[in-house]
Structures are given as C-alpha cells and as structure tokens.
C-alpha cells in the first residue's frame, strides 16, 4: 500500500518495512539505547525520501538535524559534520582549523544534551574525517538517547573504499545498525506508474524497480525510452526557459547546492527564474539553497554541458566563492572549481591550502589528492616550490599508508632539491625516504640513504633540517643495535628540534628517547613514553602519539610484561582510529593479534588479525603477521583454512632482510605442518631461514627453528648458546620449559612442553590445558597417548546440545547456520525457511555476534570446531 507524504507528492512504496526500522530504532534510542543506522541502496532507490518520510513523522521535541556530504573530486573535510554542527549553532567549532575530535566531541555532546536524530546522506562521497566521527559516534552513542542516521550508495563501494573500511570497524558496536533499501517488486512498479498509465513490462524491463528511473519514465509519459537516465532528465530540462535551464546547469557544476548569494553571483538576472526550476521539480529547496533531488540528474546535466559553457561556468562559481568570505571555509570547492575552470593561479593558490586543512584534520587521503591537483597544474613550477607540493603529497600518501607511491613522490622531491642546489632540504627529504623505505622493509637501502643524508648535513650551521638528520641516525642506531649512540643522537635531535621549534620531531627524538630506553629499563621507558604520548596529545601532535602508543606495546612484549601492554592496547586503537592514524592503527593491531596469540586469547587474536587482513593498506609486516597469527589459530584449533592463510603470509612478499618476520614464518610454517601430520614439510618449511639465522649468530631464532624440527623428528645440532625455553626444550628439560613459557605467560606452548614428558599426570594436566584452550588437534595427541598408557576416564568435550546452549544460539539460529555452512546465501536461507529476508538478516547477525565471528565462513568455522553443525 502506498503512503502519501502530507507535505509534498513524493510517493513511498513498499517501505513499510524500512520504515518500521527505523521507528524501531528511535524507539530503542529513546529508551536509552542510542542507534547508529546505516541505511544502504542503489543510486535513485529512494533512501532520502525513506529518511526524509522518516523524519517528518519523529515526535515533537526530538530535534532533526541533516549534513550532507559533497560529490566532489576531492570531499570537503568534515562537510556533513559541519553542516549539522551549524544547523545546530555549535559556533565553536566551525573554524576550519579545529581538530576532528572537537568537532566530533561537539557532535556527541550535541546528540547526549538532547533526543535527536542525526542524519549524514550519502557517506559514499565523505571524507576520512567525517568517517572519524562516525566511527566514534558508534562507540559513545549506545549511552545516548539519539539517533543517527548514515545513507550511502553500496553498489559504489569498492573493497578499499574508506566508507567500507569504517563499516567493518564499527560492524561489532551494540550500536550499529544496517538498513537495506531495495528496489521495487515488479508490483511495486505497477502501483508507482499505474496513475500515469505507462506499460508495466516496459516501464519494468527500463528500470529494474528503481524509483527515481520509474518517477523520471512516468513524468514525461513516453511509451519507449533511451536506455539511459540522461535522456529523461535533459527531456524534463528542454521545458525550462533559458533563464531557468542557466540556473540549472549553474547547479549541475556546483554541488552539493546553490545558496542565494552563490546563485546571484553566478548566474545574475536569471536567479529570478528559480522558481520555475522548482515548479518543474528539476530542483529543489535544500538547506537554504537549491539543489538537484537527485546526483544521478545532476550529473547528467553536467555531462551536457559543451567544454566552453562548463569552463565558463567554473570560472564563474569560482570567483563567486574566491570573492566572498567563505572563501577559507570553502577550500576544498574552491580547489575543485579552479581546477576545472583551468585556472592555474587559482589551483596553486588553494589546492595547497585545502591540502593541509585536510591533513590537518586526518583526511590524508584526500589531503594527497589536493597536492597533486596543485602538481598538475605546477609543471614549470621552480624547483623548490615544486619539491615543496611533492614533499608534502608524500608525507600524506605515507599516513594513508599508500608506501609504494610515497616513496616514488619523494624521490621526486630529492631530485628537485637537488636540481635547487639545496643540500639540508635535500637531506630532510632522504629522512622521509629512509622513513618510508624501512616502514616497507627495504633496510639495505635506507641505510644508504642515511648515510647520503649525513653526508650533506655534515659541517654546515646547524639548522631544524640537523634535527630530522639526527633523528634518523638515532633510529638506524637502534637497529644497529647500539643504544647508546641511538640515545646520544635522539637527545640532540630533540635539543635541536625545540631549539628551532618544531614540536613535531622534538616529540618524536622524545619518543625515540623513551622507547630506547624501556629496551634496558621497561618501567622507566614505560613511565618516559607515556609522558611523551601525554606532551604530543596535548600539542595536538597525533602522529608522534600514535607513534608512542605503538611503542608502548612492542617494548613491554620483549620483557613479557602483559599488565603493560592490556591497558595500552585499546587505548591506542581508539586514538589512532579517532585521529585518522590509520598506520600505526594496523600496526597496533597486528602486534596485538600475536600478543593475543600468545596468551591464549585466541578470539582476540582473530578480531585483531582479521581487522588487519581486511584492511586495503598496503604495509607489509602488518599483513604478514596477521595472516601468520590467523594461520596458526585455525591450526591450533583445527579449523580449516590454516594452509591457506600462511600461503598468502607467504604471498605478501616480505623482504628478507626483515629476518624476523621470515623466522615467525617458518615458524608457522613448521607447527601447520606437525598439526596437520606431514613432519617432512617441516624440514621445507625451516631449512633456509634456519641457515640464515646460524649465519647471523641469531641463537633465540635458531633454537625456536630447532626446536620444531626436533619435534618432527630431525637430527639437530643444538645451538651453544641455546637458552630459554626453547633452549631448555631442546636439552630435554620440558617440565622447566613448561615452567617457563608458564612464567612468561605462554599457555600453548607450555601445554605443548608437558605433552613430551611422558608421565601420565603431567600428560593429564597438558590434556586439561588444551581442551581449556580449544586446541582440539594437539588434545587428540595427548588423548591418544594417554589411552596408550592405560587411561580411560580422560573427560570429553562437551555434548552438541551444551555447546550451543553455550553459544546461547536458539534453535532457528541453528537451523540458519546449518543453512550458511551449505553455502545458501540470505535471501535462499529466507525461501528455504519461508520466512523474510529480513528476518534471515537478524538472524545472521545474532549468529555472528554470539560467535564472536567476524564473516559467515569465520562463523561456520567457529560452528565446527565446537561441534554445533550436523557430523562436526
């Protein structure tokens, strides 16, 4: 049955159902439970009018407020939440320069002072930060009683999309939401174009059930129609008048709206003809302004216009927005308008600017789209001012953590520097390159470049570029292994730094400082290094924190110190995430993943490694590590895929010279082998980087790598130096290894130590153990010996009915995860069932959340291994 809105013509049918949701949603925020809704469709389906309906139907008293975000080449930082923050007169914040967590602290304070309902349209187009906000909104919003809303386009988003990235980080949030809008039944197409009469099989072969191409088809009364959407908008555009069809392509080059000051500017006496543009329904009143109802006609209209009438009218918009004092808020537009008016001046002028505005506010991504604008437009540029826009693009692709492209932007900048004759700019450039070059695990060639830029510091007066210098030095001391010229040079690269006041590497030489020193003296590095975290997030320096964060989980892991690294990790994720430090967020969460690992927390180990390995940045190691850790769970556990996942570890191409990386590999690779009984392939798995760690003297990985050899039964020569509980393993000493790995917090590895004594008592507690920890292949060894000892009241596992009466799954939730084990998707399980899709929705999502799994094949994996499918 259709609904009528009372205060306009629209149409909504068939969304009953998306409707109710929604009201259930507000109805659970206004009892205290806040809700985050992503409300997804195609292009045209019709979620603003589903939301816009929506909000015209909320109880008095609960305030609506509405941002939008820009479809433009490169986002305005922060427009929605902008928009919403001035709808709401939250003036405090609308300078450009505040930071994302204000504005997102202002936006959560917004939606905690009162019931609201929030809505961001068309998060497909939004930039990293707005991103930001969402994700945190997501945490905070459960204690709230508001609502908020995000629509986007999800035939758009490709796999590293940013909004797709967001998704999967908010997906586990008791807050989140997610609203499929669809298209219409053939009988919702009918009810829609019946009161125009147009044939239902060719009104439904055009336009698949979409309503904003039923509602074009209809309005023009055409019995055929060209296939595409263009046609039937410039068709609607051909009635206008020419001063109402100006008006209208001012606004089809201007998203995401035309203010009055910017339509009179732009298009002068033909302003006045707006009103037959509103009359015609081509546009619409928006927030002030007018705007097309829909991207799909703006960007029709755009694509009509000729070459000349589209420069023409760029030129125009931009020196409307250039002249009037928006023009620092507007950075980004302004950008966007210069650029397409070829307007050289204006681009090297703004592109820039809008750059750093986004970097400032953690949107890298887009901040690196304007440097390259401006480079476009900046061929004869004189080489300094071009090394300047190519040093700053770098930095921002390396913060996205797009590596490969930064480290060919900044040989770029170096050859510039050097055809500029200036040699410490030239050595603050080989900084960064060594930066990006050992972040990427190319050591050999960092070292050079450390070395080049020494070289052209050495005897000049010093300068803030020495302090970048020495910086670099102290960390390359680090990995030389010498900490004390490492401690030397990072205190004067700090001296030097504040000196020249640049706070940005004095903190970092400060973190330097203190992650050196907790390498002898973790309690006093710990208590440094949170200082120096405290000093950069207080300067607003997010980098140089995220950074300290980092360090405080790696440094306590070498002196097993898990009491450190618990109270750090999450708080390091949640900063990194709200800061848009995306790098080191990875980077935190692959070592959290092998933390986790190894104390037995193997759920944690997974959430932690898949958010890695679903993640599109590029690093390395941190994709490495996480499929090794993945790797090693699902064989611990005996979940399939364990092969797989230590193949794409391999896949990932870590250089050698990162030997420890290739150590944990073969590591892997060898206990894959002994679980999964194919000991020969240990020898494959371990023979090369065991030659390389005996030629390097590296005794803790040589007995490690022995260690499983022994296990699959090869002779070994045991490393002289074999210390540890590897070494004591190795000696034949397993209930002292036991007790070691016990020590230092490793339950694994020391249940695995107790099954080689050999005595009955101590193989029962290695049995207890395992089964403990869910390590079923490993607790079948151990069962099978003890059988063959004479035991028989070893305890089993638990009975199928106990286990899923501990996964609190109720009987239809078993019934549609047998189903998603058979490989049916939703919408077969719902006709199976004969129940609605989304009914079989909820379901999904009550079965992955209960089995803390983060996609449907995790979650059959899951159903395996504890026995809940049929046959398991």
Same mark, same amino acid.
């Given at each position: 049955?259709?609904?009528?809105? +009372?205060?306009?013509?629209?149409?909504?049918?068939?969304?009953?159902?998306?409707?109710?949701?929604?009201?259930?949603?507000?109805?659970?925020?206004?009892?205290?439970?806040?809700?985050?809704?992503?409300?997804?469709?195609?292009?045209?389906?019709?979620?603003?009018?589903?939301?816009?309906?929506?909000?015209?139907?909320?109880?008095?008293? &609960?305030?609506?407020?509405?941002?939008?975000?820009?479809?433009?080449?490169?986002?305005?930082?922060?427009?929605?939440?902008?928009?919403?923050?001035?709808?709401?007169?939250?003036?405090?914040?609308?300078?450009?320069?505040?930071? &994302?967590?204000?504005?997102?602290?202002?936006?959560?304070?917004?939606?905690?002072?009162?019931?609201?309902?929030?809505?961001?349209?068309?998060?497909?187009?939004?930039?990293? /930060?707005?991103?930001?906000?969402?994700?945190?909104?997501?945490?905070?919003?459960? &204690?709230?009683?508001?609502?908020?809303?995000?629509?986007?386009?999800?035939?758009?988003?490709?796999?590293?999309?940013?909004?797709?990235?967001?998704?999967?980080?908010?997906?586990?949030?008791?807050? #989140?939401?997610?609203?499929?809008?669809?298209?219409?039944?053939?009988?919702?197409?009918?009810?829609?174009?019946?009161?125009?009469?147009?044939?239902?099989?060719?009104?439904?072969?055009?336009?698949?059930?979409?309503?904003?191409?039923?509602?074009?088809?209809?309005?023009?009364?055409?019995?055929?129609?060209?296939?595409?959407?263009?046609?039937?908008?410039?068709?609607?555009?051909?009635?206008?008048?020419?001063?109402?069809?100006?008006?209208?392509?001012?606004?089809? @080059?201007?998203?995401?709206?035309?203010? *009055?000051?910017?339509?009179?500017?732009?298009?002068?006496?033909?302003?006045?003809?707006?009103?037959?543009?509103?009359?015609?329904?081509?546009?619409?009143?928006?927030?002030?302004?007018?705007?097309?109802?829909?991207?799909?006609?703006?960007?029709?209209?755009?694509?009509?216009?000729?070459?000349?009438?589209?420069?023409?009218?760029?030129?125009?918009?931009?020196?409307?927005?250039?002249?009037?004092?928006?023009?620092?808020?507007?950075?980004?537009?302004?950008?966007?308008?210069?650029?397409?008016?070829?307007?050289?001046?204006?681009?090297?002028?703004?592109?820039?600017?809008?750059?750093?505005?986004?970097?400032?506010?953690?949107?890298?991504?887009?901040?690196?789209?304007?440097?390259?604008?401006?480079?476009?437009? /900046?061929?004869?540029?004189?080489?300094?001012?071009?090394?300047?826009?190519?040093?700053?693009?770098?930095?921002?692709?390396?913060?996205?953590?797009?590596?490969?492209?930064?480290?060919?932007?900044?040989?770029?900048?170096?050859?510039?520097?050097?055809?500029?004759?200036?040699?410490?700019?030239?050595?603050?450039?080989?900084?960064?390159?060594?930066?990006?070059?050992?972040?990427?695990?190319?050591?050999?060639?960092?070292?050079?470049?450390?070395?080049?830029?020494?070289?052209?510091?050495?005897?000049?007066?010093?300068?803030?570029?020495?302090?970048?210098?020495?910086?670099?030095?102290?960390?390359?001391?680090?990995?030389?292994?010498?900490?004390?010229?490492?401690?030397?040079?990072?205190?004067?690269?700090?001296?030097?730094?504040?000196?020249?006041?640049?706070?940005?590497?004095?903190?970092?030489?400060?973190?330097?400082? %203190?992650?050196?020193?907790?390498?002898?003296?973790?309690?006093?590095?710990?208590?440094?290094?949170?200082?120096?975290?405290?000093?950069?997030?207080?300067?607003?320096?997010?980098?140089?924190?995220?950074?300290?964060?980092?360090?405080?989980?790696?440094?306590?892991?070498?002196?097993?110190?898990?009491?450190?690294?618990?109270?750090?990790?999450?708080?390091? @994720?949640?900063?990194?995430?709200?800061?848009?430090?995306?790098?080191?967020?990875?980077?935190?969460?692959?070592?959290?993943?092998?933390? *986790?690992?190894?104390?037995?927390?193997?759920?944690?180990?997974?959430?932690?490694?898949?958010?890695?390995?679903?993640?599109?940045?590029?690093?390395?190691?941190?994709?490495?590590?996480?499929?090794?850790?993945?790797?090693?769970?699902? %064989?611990?556990?005996?979940?399939?895929?364990?092969?797989?996942?230590?193949?794409?570890?391999?896949?990932?191409?870590?250089?050698?010279?990162?030997?420890?990386?290739?150590?944990?590999?073969?590591?892997?690779?060898?206990? @894959?082998?002994?679980?999964?009984?194919?000991?020969?392939?240990?020898?494959?798995?371990?023979?090369?980087?065991?030659?390389?760690?005996?030629?390097?003297?590296?005794?803790?990985?040589?007995?490690?790598?022995?260690?499983?050899?022994?296990?699959?039964?090869?002779?070994?020569?045991?490393?002289?130096?074999?210390?540890?509980?590897?070494?004591?393993?190795?000696?034949?000493?397993?209930?002292? %290894?036991?007790?070691?790995?016990?020590?230092?917090?490793?339950?694994?590895?020391? *249940?695995?130590?107790? +099954?080689?004594?050999?005595?009955?008592?101590?193989?029962?507690?290695?049995?207890?153990?395992?089964?403990?920890?869910?390590?079923?292949?490993? %607790?079948?060894?151990?069962?099978?010996?003890?059988?063959?000892?004479? #035991?028989?009241?070893?305890?089993?596992?638990?009975?199928?009915?106990?286990?899923?009466?501990?996964?609190?799954?109720?009987?239809?939730?078993?019934? #549609?995860?047998?189903?998603?084990?058979?490989?049916?998707?939703?919408?077969?399980?719902?006709?199976?069932?004969?129940?609605?899709?989304?009914?079989?929705?909820?379901?999904?999502?009550?079965?992955?959340?209960?089995?803390?799994? /983060?996609?449907?094949?995790?979650?059959?994996?899951?159903?395996?291994?504890?026995?809940?499918?049929?046959?398991?």
């Amino acid at each position: 049955m259709a609904i009528i809105e +009372s205060a306009s013509t629209d149409v909504l049918i068939e969304r009953e159902e998306p409707l109710e949701a929604l009201r259930a949603a507000l109805a659970g925020a206004a009892a205290g439970r806040g809700r985050l809704v992503f409300a997804a469709g195609e292009a045209g389906v019709g979620k603003t009018s589903l939301v816009r309906r929506f909000c015209a139907d909320v109880p008095g008293g &609960t305030a609506v407020f509405w941002g939008a975000c820009d479809p433009l080449a490169t986002p305005r930082p922060l427009g929605p939440v902008l928009e919403i923050a001035e709808a709401a007169g939250i003036d405090g914040v609308l300078d450009p320069g505040s930071a &994302t967590h204000n504005i997102a602290a202002a936006v959560l304070d917004l939606v905690q002072e009162r019931d609201a309902v929030v809505v961001v349209e068309d998060a497909h187009w939004a930039d990293e /930060g707005s991103l930001d906000v969402v994700r945190l909104l997501a945490r905070r919003l459960p &204690t709230t009683s508001s609502l908020v809303i995000v629509t986007y386009r999800d035939d758009e988003l490709a796999r590293d999309h940013p909004l797709r990235i967001a998704l999967g980080d908010v997906s586990t949030s008791a807050a #989140v939401e997610r609203l499929v809008v669809r298209p219409l039944t053939r009988e919702g197409v009918a009810e829609l174009a019946g009161a125009n009469g147009a044939e239902l099989e060719t009104v439904w072969r055009l336009t698949a059930g979409n309503p904003f191409y039923v509602t074009e088809l209809v309005a023009h009364g055409v019995e055929e129609v060209p296939g595409t959407v263009r046609d039937l908008v410039l068709a609607r555009m051909a009635q206008l008048g020419p001063q109402a069809t100006a008006v209208v392509e001012a606004a089809a @080059i201007a998203p995401p709206s035309l203010d *009055a000051e910017l339509l009179l500017a732009v298009c002068g006496e033909a302003a006045d003809a707006v009103d037959e543009c509103l009359a015609s329904g081509v546009l619409h009143v928006v927030d002030g302004g007018v705007a097309f109802r829909h991207e799909l006609s703006r960007t029709a209209v755009e694509e009509s216009l000729s070459p000349a009438r589209r420069l023409a009218l760029h030129r125009s918009v931009l020196l409307a927005l250039t002249d009037a004092p928006r023009a620092r808020a507007d950075l980004a537009r302004i950008a966007h308008h210069a650029a397409e008016a070829a307007d050289r001046h204006a681009v090297l002028r703004y592109a820039p600017a809008a750059a750093e505005h986004a970097a400032c506010v953690g949107a890298y991504r887009e901040a690196a789209a304007q440097y390259a604008r401006a480079l476009r437009f /900046g061929d004869d540029l004189a080489p300094g001012d071009r090394a300047e826009l190519l040093e700053g693009r770098s930095r921002a692709l390396y913060l996205a953590d797009d590596q490969t492209e930064a480290i060919e932007v900044i040989r770029e900048a170096i050859r510039c520097r050097q055809e500029e004759g200036a040699p410490l700019k030239e050595a603050r450039a080989l900084t960064e390159l060594t930066e990006y070059l050992w972040c990427r695990g190319f050591n050999g060639e960092a070292a050079g470049a450390v070395v080049r830029a020494s070289e052209l510091a050495a005897g000049r007066p010093e300068q803030r570029e020495h302090a970048y210098v020495l910086h670099t030095l102290a960390i390359h001391a680090v990995y030389e292994g010498d900490v004390d010229l490492a401690l030397e040079r990072a205190r004067r690269a700090r001296e030097l730094g504040e000196r020249f006041g640049d706070p940005f590497i004095a903190g970092h030489a400060r973190v330097t400082i %203190a992650s050196a020193t907790a390498r002898s003296d973790i309690d006093q590095g710990v208590r440094m290094l949170e200082e120096a975290v405290g000093a950069a997030r207080q300067g607003g320096e997010h980098e140089v924190a995220a950074r300290g964060m980092n360090a405080l989980i790696v440094r306590p892991m070498a002196f097993d110190r898990h009491d450190l690294i618990e109270r750090s990790i999450d708080e390091a @994720i949640d900063y990194c995430t709200e800061h848009t430090q995306d790098m080191w967020r990875i980077n935190v969460q692959a070592v959290a993943a092998r933390w *986790a690992l190894d104390r037995g927390h193997w759920d944690d180990a997974v959430r932690h490694a898949t958010a890695v390995i679903d993640d599109p940045r590029e690093s390395p190691w941190t994709h490495h590590e996480a499929l090794c850790v993945l790797a090693l769970v699902r %064989a611990r556990r005996g979940d399939p895929g364990a092969r797989d996942a230590l193949a794409q570890a391999i896949a990932v191409g870590v250089p050698l010279e990162e030997h420890f990386a290739h150590v944990d590999l073969a590591a892997a690779g060898a206990e @894959i082998a002994l679980l999964g009984r194919c000991p020969r392939d240990v020898v494959s798995a371990t023979t090369a980087i065991l030659s390389a760690a005996v030629e390097r003297g590296d005794d803790e990985a040589t007995s490690r790598l022995c260690f499983w050899r022994r296990l699959a039964g090869i002779e070994i020569e045991s490393p002289s130096e074999s210390s540890g509980p590897y070494g004591l393993a190795l000696a034949g000493r397993w209930g002292e %290894a036991a007790d070691e790995w016990t020590r230092r917090g490793f339950p694994y590895e020391a *249940a695995l130590a107790l +099954s080689q004594t050999g005595d009955v008592a101590v193989l029962r507690d290695a049995h207890a153990g395992l089964q403990r920890l869910g390590a079923r292949p490993l %607790a079948t060894v151990v069962a099978r010996e003890l059988r063959g000892l004479g #035991v028989r009241d070893l305890p089993r596992g638990p009975r199928a009915a106990t286990r899923a009466n501990g996964a609190a799954l109720t009987p239809r939730e078993l019934e #549609v995860l047998t189903l998603i084990a058979e490989g049916l998707r939703n919408a077969e399980i719902a006709e199976r069932l004969v129940v609605s899709r989304r009914t079989v929705d909820h379901h999904v999502s009550a079965i992955l959340r209960k089995l803390q799994a /983060g996609s449907r094949g995790e979650a059959v994996a899951v159903a395996q291994r504890l026995g809940l499918l049929a046959g398991a």
